[in-house]
């Protein structure tokens, strides 16, 4: 597992934008990020949107949002919405330059007429099978067509009759006029448009051809003027068919960079095995808090802040790389740990009496303890509490080490006294079911010269807790790389949520959907966005106080 790249190598893309600007090739910085609507927005594609928003926000240049919807068959609404809320919930604004790619139809189609005119492209009218073994492999050349040579008349005939429905799906296809012998199989006479009678999310039936992906795109980017067209790798072996079909147009030239993407242990983000994840219903959805969309994330709890800062912490390179899982979480808590409002919740409760305190008091408890201005909220104190079962031993194995309750042993309830633990009770199973404690009375808000006393633990008043649903969530995979068992769907783990209770603090019922706590000494939990009913919230846990996983698997 590599560690983040250091600040250095993320910035070859910074480099390569200032010499440009120096040296007056560009005057401006514009940038674009282009999903296709085909899938929700995972942490890579929150890799590529801080990159290209974060570019042109430094340069003082703009990013375009540009739905690539070239594809029909598998383009919603649903997600361009999906889409559109993510990116803004990240913190980035495309302002007025919102486009979509079937918006350039009319163009890309009269483009590629002009390239048959130009004897630059051609219809085959070859079957899938004859294509396909015709177009060799990385050590053997492929064959010319037998249409290759088509007249320009026929080409224009052909093209016309296919974008008018004269033809069925697949009996056609438009070809740039290249060099099948090319040793990067992208030049090998690709494909420019097919034949699909199908309905797009947009344009309903207004076509029945579609531009291929790599005759769209850098078109795309070119009609919007984009100054540095940012990509993935597996993107450098297209560059120069993008480039070939900008030159025979003679227009506008962006240039393609490419970098890595991010690969995260524990995680899958094929759009495809996310798709299979919702339809099979191995999450509740795309924005299920185990997701790593970023609705799923946002559910969960993860501020957007911390996202961003995961991005720029590692870096952009140029060498494929794996980012632990931790090194997002850890971002989430620095976040969460300077912003998060502390309450108290026992998620596994140990009864407590105190046997010399008779009264109820609202003791007023900080929200941050590092952070007096963000105020306070009324914590109620009676001599019922619910504790954690963890924080009692009968016999520590180590008890010089050992800082919680036990026979005998004080500790300080967080915000309030310090207790001693007089006596245990264990029911006929030998289970310990309740401790009476006697309270020092004098130790309230202060520690006394003399009292000093290591243990902090959390409590609720009985009386006053609520009970609240709470979903422990975890790891969605139980294997460092899912995308290698020989279906990922076995390294799914069984354990990554479990629905259980907390008994909470009662100011805690005022939650509201999407804020975040700090459970002090047991995690980070987010009011769910959609599972909570007004003064009934149900809770996820966004993240653990430490990372666990590092030992425990
Ligand atoms: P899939 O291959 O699963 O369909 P995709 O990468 O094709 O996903 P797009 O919607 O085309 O999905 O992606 C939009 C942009 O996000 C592209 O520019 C792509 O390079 C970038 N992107 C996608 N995945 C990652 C990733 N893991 N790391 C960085 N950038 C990514
Ligand atoms: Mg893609």
New binding site residues.
């Given amino acids: 597992m590599s560690t983040p790249e250091t600040p250095s190598s993320s910035n070859f893309i910074r480099t390569i934008i200032s010499e440009d600007l120096q040296t007056g090739k560009r005057d401006q910085v514009i940038t674009r990020?282009?999903?296709?609507p085909?899938?929700y927005l995972?942490i890579?594609?929150a890799?590529?949107i801080c990159l290209n928003f974060g570019l042109a926000e430094e340069y003082a240049g703009r990013c375009h949002l540009r739905f690539?919807d070239t594809n029909p068959t598998k383009e919603e609404d649903e997600y361009v919405e999906a889409i559109k809320e993510d990116v803004t919930w990240l913190g980035f604004d495309w302002g007025q330059h919102l486009y979509f790619a079937s918006d350039y139809f009319p163009q890309l189609y009269a483009w590629a007429v002009q390239l048959i005119k130009a004897g630059k492209a051609y219809v085959d009218s070859q079957s899938a099978e004859e294509m396909r073994a015709n177009r060799g492999t990385l050590t053997e050349a492929g064959k010319d067509s037998p249409y290759r040579n088509r007249s320009v008349e026929e080409n224009l005939d052909l093209f016309e009759k296919m974008k008018n429905g004269e033809f069925a799906d697949g009996s056609h296809i438009l070809r740039a006029k290249i060099d099948m012998t090319s040793p990067n199989m992208n030049l090998r006479d690709p494909a420019m448009y097919r034949i699909l009678h199908a309905h797009h999310h947009r344009t309903g039936d207004a076509w029945c051809i579609y531009p291929m992906y790599d005759f769209a795109h850098g078109q795309e980017d070119s009609i919007e003027g984009v100054t540095h067209s940012?990509?993935?790798l597996e993107?450098e072996d297209h560059r120069p068919l993008y480039d070939w079909f900008i030159k025979e147009l003679e227009i506008f030239a962006p240039q393609q960079i490419e970098?890595a993407?991010?690969?995260l242990s524990y995680t899958v983000?094929?759009?495809?095995k996310l798709l299979q994840l919702v339809t099979e219903n191995h999450v509740s959805g795309w924005d299920d808090p185990r997701m790593p969309t970023v609705s799923g994330m946002r559910r969960r709890g993860y501020p957007a802040a911390a996202i961003r800062s995961f991005c720029e912490r590692i870096g952009v390179g140029r060498s494929a790389s794996w980012i632990d899982l931790s090194v997002l979480e850890d971002c989430v808590r620095e976040e969460l740990n300077g912003t998060a409002f502390r309450r108290q919740a026992v998620l596994n409760p140990l009864k407590v009496t105190i046997t010399n305190y008779d009264q109820v008091e609202m003791l007023d408890a900080p929200n941050h303890p590092q952070q007096p201005e963000l105020g306070s909220r009324v914590l109620p104190m009676s001599n019922q509490l619910w504790i954690d079962r963890d924080d009692f031993m009968e016999n520590p194995p180590s008890p010089k080490k050992y800082f919680r309750l036990g026979p005998e042993r004080e500790v300080r309830l967080r915000n309030s006294y310090i207790i001693k633990c007089d006596e245990f009770i264990k029911d006929e199973n030998g289970e310990i079911v309740e401790l009476k404690c006697s309270a020092d009375l004098d130790t309230l808000g202060k520690n006394p010269e003399g009292r000093k006393v290591k243990g902090i633990i959390h409590w609720v008043s009985a009386p006053h807790a609520v009970k609240l649903p709470v979903r422990i969530y975890d790891r969605l995979f139980n294997q460092e790389n899912p995308d290698k068992a020989q279906d990922y769907l076995s390294a799914l783990n069984p354990e990554s949520l479990q629905e259980t209770f907390a008994l909470v603090e009662p100011s805690l019922l005022e939650g509201k959907p999407g804020e975040t706590f700090q459970f002090e000494r047991v995690g980070y939990f987010t009011v769910d966005a959609k599972d909570s009913t007004e003064g009934k919230p149900v809770f996820n846990r966004t993240v653990t106080l430490r990372d666990t996983w590092a030992k425990v698997k």
Avoid at 33 to 36: C, H, I, R, T
Avoid at 269 to 272: A, C, D, N, P, Q
């Fill in positions: 990020f282009p999903p296709e085909n899938g995972h890579g594609h890799k590529s690539d940012i990509c993935t993107f970098f993407r991010l690969n983000m094929s759009k495809r």
